[in-house]
């Protein structure tokens, strides 16, 4: 992922109705859901809704398909986790595989610690 492409997808979340619906579609699954129901279970207008879904839609976090006269609107897992990914890559000295919620050893992660303490030393100075 490039950063302008970072950028661009939490600029999209960075807003709590995209947020809200990103969480939504998150646990909708494959299936996903109809704007419609998106706008009622988030309860915002669905003219409101159609703005945010296509500012979603233009920072690639979602995809839409068409099923009848609905749209469906699902999570793009791909983006999210190469966003994921892009944000994690210098995590723990280059080491993010430490930074992984299911990561056993803790002590291991000092080295994200230590490092930060590192950083604000050589700035002070």
């Known amino acids: 992922m490039k950063i302008n492409?970072?950028?661009k997808a939490m600029s999209a979340l960075a807003q709590e109705s995209r947020l809200e619906v990103f969480r939504l579609l998150v646990r909708s699954g494959d299936e996903g859901l109809p704007a419609g129901q998106i706008a009622e279970e988030?309860?915002?207008?669905?003219?409101?809704?159609s703005f945010h879904l296509k500012e979603l839609l233009n920072a690639n976090m979602v995809k839409q398909r068409r099923d009848g006269r609905s749209l469906i609107y699902t999570l793009n897992v791909c983006e999210m986790r190469a966003l994921l990914s892009y944000l994690m890559?210098?995590?723990?000295?280059?080491?993010?595989?430490?930074?992984?919620?299911?990561?056993?050893d803790a002590s291991d992660c000092e080295p994200c610690a230590t490092g930060s303490k590192k950083r604000k030393a050589k700035k002070s100075k």
């Open 5 to 7: 492409d970072a950028v």
């Open 42 to 49: 988030l309860a915002i207008p669905p003219a409101t809704m």
């Open 89 to 104: 890559e210098d995590c723990c000295a280059g080491r993010p595989e430490l930074c992984q919620p299911d990561y056993k």
